[in-house]
């Protein structure tokens, strides 16, 4: 024992003078760079960050400071690591080099890469261009005003040229002028576990501000920007039986899809612009000859997005609470909204604070809010990891918009910055889990409530949330089933378990597959799980078909019995979706009202009462507690109206009430 002891104190003593020394030679700046801050930026001291109170005051500066870097932790795969130097020009150009790592999480060896060349789809031809007819979320892209991506230079490590082998694919839609998607083969496969380094050199024009990025008056917002590769998913990911690259063009209703990664980015922009971005600033900007270089650092994340302008009017606050062990937030605001900091601060709080207690917790040490002028819509409401916008500054008296916008975009970073599902196949896992939990936090911070019945009253058009975003037949439709028929699934699911039980359901979703790119059939296991109950009829209804629920009192037949009483007899319908339990309530002429209940197992039932006093109406669901139930019409019939007029007044009705959605729906 005395030996053994004795051999780990000079074992202990060996590794300390290795370290030592490793540090003439940089070694010590190798493992800083892959556990905080690439060895590129570790260029002064920096002091560690206290996190303040959740009463701590916001801080207004004329220029953001360097933050501090946060503890080494590694929450994801990190499947990519980017370090991309860009300078903006006053033309609207971007001018960028890249050094990329990837890393072959397969069992197989592959011989091509895949990049998204995203700047292309504001090219004549492009499928996003053909699918979204150059309008987007009530943007129409301006005449002329196009914008590309050109790969200028592309190397290995030793200097051969692979530039020659690039080739775009349409794998979507065989559309030949399409050139958002890009693949090459590589000099030697990757075998799995190993990693390839590549050089790029690149060339983006900007377009004028539309589809959340470009460039208006001094206003940039960067978001996909620069080339980014595409996402290899191995065996069991999203269901997967072989591994091999996830390959989608840009269209006019996706979004995006990436792999977690390590990004350190310098971003060069004239001296007198502020910029904010995807993670933290790691030293104060160094100013040289009318230029300003910011540093941004940034690991555990999927995408990475900056905004400039030399208008921000910024503030910041740190904040922490129970699930936000510590985290800046910074705010970017248009001069038009300076005076509104308090607003958006007490929201971004408030929302993180909500999304930390209900889900887990927030792991990163910053948040950034852009608000963008109002010229730049086209920049407003989207997300990126830590960083998102706000709606565009139109007024300095905005209403709840201002709120329900941010805290939006800011429950899409537990929903698509952690969670990361495929927006190009399953886009509802993002935009409904978030606007589900946009609706939570709006009436748990502020008190107001959603309207269901209304709500699913613009479903006139449903359709199946598992299928490509672009398989949708509109835009409208696109929003309607993503957005506002995926959020009513979700509430659906909430009114048959219960409040307490959908918290479990969605904080154990959360946490089981936070920086794992689910699909719906892993949200289906976790409902099961949590539940111990088979949900396969009700996702195969409304989930992977477009089904909707519709009870109806679809006929009454009544009549006075030898015995003076009054026999009616009720056919009640379940017209689609799956089995659920709903109310029905009789009421007669005396007054009185019988309640039942009805399984809804089988597609309908035919009810018999015997009462003294004749029947007046049926209702089905009166609570209205089906909400996705979108043709309330049919759910209440009164007796006495003969058949023939019933028929022509519900069928009146129903072309009153397809008109009048008709026009309100978006």
Do not use: C
């Not at 001069?335 to 999304?355: F, G, N, V």
């Amino acid at each position: 024992m005395p030996e053994r002891r004795m051999l780990r104190m000079l074992l202990f003593i060996a590794a300390a003078i290795a370290l030592v020394f490793s540090i003439r030679f940089g070694f010590a700046d190798a493992w800083v760079d892959q556990y905080a801050l690439p060895a590129s930026a570790v260029t002064e001291e920096l002091e560690p960050e206290t996190p303040a109170s959740p009463a701590s005051q916001p801080i207004a500066r004329s220029e953001p400071e360097a933050d501090a870097a946060p503890k080494p932790a590694v929450l994801s795969q990190r499947v990519t690591e980017y370090h991309i130097s860009v300078s903006l020009g006053t033309d609207g150009t971007l001018a960028g080099e890249q050094i990329v790592t990837w890393k072959n999480p397969g069992r197989k060896p592959v011989s091509d890469l895949v990049f998204h060349l995203y700047p292309n789809a504001f090219s004549p031809g492009s499928t996003f261009l053909a699918e979204s007819g150059g309008q987007l979320r009530g943007d129409k892209m301006q005449a002329g005003g196009h914008g590309s991506m050109e790969l200028t230079a592309l190397t290995t490590e030793q200097g051969e040229t692979l530039l020659p082998r690039l080739r775009f694919i349409q794998p979507d839609d065989e559309n030949k002028t399409d050139r958002t998607l890009a693949t090459f083969r590589l000099p030697e496969p990757i075998r799995p576990g190993m990693s390839v380094t590549l050089r790029m050199k690149f060339k983006v024009q900007l377009p004028p501000i539309f589809a959340r990025m470009g460039k208006t008056g001094d206003f940039v917002m960067a978001g996909q920007w620069f080339p980014k590769l595409a996402v290899y998913e191995t065996v069991g990911t999203r269901g997967r039986s072989d591994e091999g690259w996830n390959m989608h063009q840009y269209h006019g209703n996706s979004e995006f899809y990436s792999d977690f990664g390590i990004y350190s980015v310098r971003i060069d922009v004239p001296e007198a612009y502020k910029v904010a971005a995807t993670g933290f600033q790691t030293k104060t900007p160094a100013v040289s000859k009318g230029r300003k270089s910011y540093q941004f650092y940034a690991d555990d994340v999927h995408d990475f997005a900056w905004s400039a302008s030399p208008h921000f009017e910024f503030t910041e606050a740190s904040y922490s609470s129970a699930g936000v062990p510590g985290v800046r937030i910074k705010l970017y605001l248009d001069p038009l909204h300076k005076k509104l900091s308090d607003r958006y601060m007490h929201a971004a709080k408030s929302t993180l604070a909500k999304l930390g207690e209900w889900f887990g917790d927030y792991p990163y040490s910053t948040l950034s809010v852009i608000v963008p002028p109002s010229n730049a819509n086209g920049a407003g409401g989207m997300e990126y990891p830590t960083l998102v916008t706000a709606a565009s500054a139109k007024d300095d008296t905005p209403g709840y918009d201002l709120e329900r916008t941010l805290v939006h975009e800011i429950a899409h970073q537990y929903w698509y910055g952690l969670v990361a599902s495929n927006e190009f196949e399953e886009a509802w896992l993002d935009e409904a889990f978030t606007s589900y939990t946009e609706d939570k936090l709006m009436a748990a911070i502020y008190g107001v409530l959603p309207n269901t019945p209304v709500e699913s009253s613009y479903l006139t058009d449903p359709e199946p949330l598992q299928q490509n975003s672009w398989s949708f037949g509109s835009s409208d439709r696109y929003a309607d089933n993503v957005y506002l028929r995926g959020k009513l699934v979700l509430t659906a699911i909430e009114r048959q378990v219960g409040d307490k039980t959908m918290s479990k359901i969605m904080r154990t979703y959360f946490q089981k597959y936070r920086f794992k790119h689910p699909s719906s059939s892993d949200f289906q296991r976790v409902v099961e799980s949590v539940t111990k109950k088979d949900w396969s009829g009700f996702f195969k209804a409304y989930v992977r078909q477009g089904q909707v629920s519709d009870f109806s009192v679809d006929s009454i037949k009544s009549g006075k019995s030898g015995d003076g009483n009054f026999e009616s007899r009720v056919l009640i319908r379940r017209n689609g979706g799956s089995p659920q339990t709903v109310s029905v309530i009789f009421h007669f002429k005396d007054g009185k009202t019988v309640s039942k209940e009805w399984d809804g197992v089988q597609n309908q039932i035919e009810l018999q009462l015997r009462y003294s006093s004749p029947l007046v109406y049926v209702a089905v669901d009166p609570s209205l507690s089906v909400v996705l139930d979108n043709l309330r019409y049919n759910n209440y019939l009164k007796a006495e109206i003969p058949a023939k007029a019933r028929t022509r007044w519900t069928t009146g009705l129903t072309d009153l009430l397809e008109n009048l959605i008709g026009t309100l729906a978006w």
